[in-house]
């Protein structure tokens, strides 16, 4: 089947715009992740949702950032006021639980990028 | 807060060789620990995951190993391909997932 997809792959804005990254998880899978990636460096989680709902968002950095998940599937992660400092890969997971015996399975991501 | 460190961070190494990518963990109260595999400009595809009780897993030509209270785990490749060259990440699952910044593998012809 069709495994986690991301769009757009790449977004260039402008400092100050406002963006929207989406995610299409795996059917069937109730966990949503986000992370960013920076150059070089491993990804860092961002905000994880079980069904429709944030069940952690302690690595989301400011209130800049905003995801939502309104029916328990395609989830938004939205960046308010954007700096060059959010210039990154954005990659979203989804796994069948939340439960730590199930993979999370990993889309392409998102490249944005700040001017 | 959770720490992973991956040594090292970069590795080239001759076609047919076996290698060791290394990862070790500051906190051992993880639930598991998961290899993943990333090449430029893709996703993740994860390789092996290792529960706490576990201390091993294998898969083809890869082997991971755990030891959770030396905050320790290994990847073992043999008879490394050039098809193998990526960035090989590891990451521990305790409240989230942490990951180290990645062993970027080459693998020469």
Redesign the interface.
Known sequence: GAG?SQTPSNKVTEKGKYVELRCDPISGHTAL?WYRQSL??????LI?FQGTGAA?D??LPNDRFFAVRPEGSVSTLKIQRTERGDSAVY?C?SSLSPL??D???????T?LTVL | KQE?TQIPAALSVPEGENLVLNCSFTDSAI??L?W?RQDP??????LL?I?SSQREQTSGRLNASLDKSSGRSTLYIAASQPGDSATY?C?V?D????????TRLTVKP
């Open positions: 986690v992740y070089g460096q491993g990804p860092e989680f994880y952690d302690s690595g990659l997971a730590s015996t993979t999370q399975y990993f889309g392409p991501g490249r | 992973v639930y598991n998961q993943f400009g893709k996703g993740l595809t994860s995951l529960q990440l990451a699952r409240n989230d997932m942490r990951f180290g910044a990645g």
